[in-house]
Nanobody, 123 residues
Framework: QVQLVESGGGLVQAGGSLRLSCAASGLTFSAYGLSWFRQAPGKERDFVAG????????DYSDVVKGRFTISRDNAKNTVYLQMNSLKPEDTANYYC????????????????WGPGTQVTVSS
């Protein structure tokens, strides 16, 4: 059974930093692409960052590019999201998601999701 569990969320002042972690189990971690999404109250869930199964390629939404960094540690079955220069508009519940590198799914569709971790940025 695939499980993804996020951690590292919390309350931070604008301009501060947080590092989110997502620990995975029940899958061959190195064969999965991983992404972070976020959802603020009353808004749709948005893509934040993604990393390929090999770690060779990453992708970011325009609103976080240059401030957030996604990385993975296959030895620890964990994906990270380093968030710097945080802004109040970054406040949201952050989710990690996993998709097998061979999965025939449209971009943005992931079969496995974590429960999320809340990030609140105060002004």
């Amino acid at each position: 059974q695939v499980q993804l569990v996020e951690s590292g969320g919390g309350l931070v002042q604008a301009g501060g930093s947080l590092r989110l972690s997502c620990a995975a189990s029940g899958l061959t971690f190195s064969a999965y692409g991983l992404s972070w999404f976020r959802q603020a109250p009353g808004k749709e869930r948005d893509f934040v960052a993604g990393i390929s199964w090999s770690g060779a390629s990453t992708d970011y939404s325009d609103v976080v590019k240059g401030r957030f960094t996604i990385s993975r540690d296959n030895a620890k079955n964990t994906v990270y999201l380093q968030m710097n220069s945080l802004k109040p508009e970054d406040t949201a519940n952050y989710y990690c998601a996993a998709k097998h590198r061979l999965a025939k799914l449209p971009a943005g569709q992931y079969p496995y999701w974590g429960p999320g971790t809340q990030v609140t940025v105060s002004s």
